[in-house]
């Protein structure tokens, strides 16, 4: 059983940046692939990043890449995503997922088995 909890969402004017906090607990946590997905307003929820359990592989969603950087710390259990040049369009509740089938990285929500509660990100124009 893997417990993840986020932190680092806000407020922050368009072109400013944000660095997101996954924490993870229990077992398991360091051979997961973990993701990052969003769910704006209305919308449903979409992949934003993931990255391999070492680390050595990670994946974008076109929409945030060259803006956006995942990483992770397994000493730490943390997965961190650094959010640069905000747009109002980035706003959404951000969540960090953890994929513990070992087959690389998805980017289906489906394939993801533990959640975080989410955390906010309101980029004004």
């Known amino acids: 059983q893997v417990q993840l909890v986020e932190s680092g969402g806000g407020l922050v004017q368009a072109g400013g940046s944000l660095r997101l906090s996954c924490a993870a607990s229990g077992r398991g946590f360091s051979s997961c692939t973990v993701g990052w997905f969003r769910q704006g307003p209305g919308k449903e929820r979409e992949f934003v990043a993931a990255?391999?359990?070492?680390?050595?592989?990670?994946y974008y969603a076109d929409s945030v890449k060259g803006r956006f950087t995942i990483s992770r710390y397994n000493a730490k259990n943390t997965v961190y995503l650094q959010m640069n040049s905000l747009k109002p369009e980035d706003t959404a509740v951000y969540y960090c997922a953890a994929d513990t089938r070992s087959q690389g990285i998805a980017v289906l929500p489906d394939l993801y088995t533990y959640w975080g509660q989410g955390t906010q990100v309101t980029v004004s124009s």
């Open positions: 990255i391999s359990w070492s680390g050595m592989s990670t």
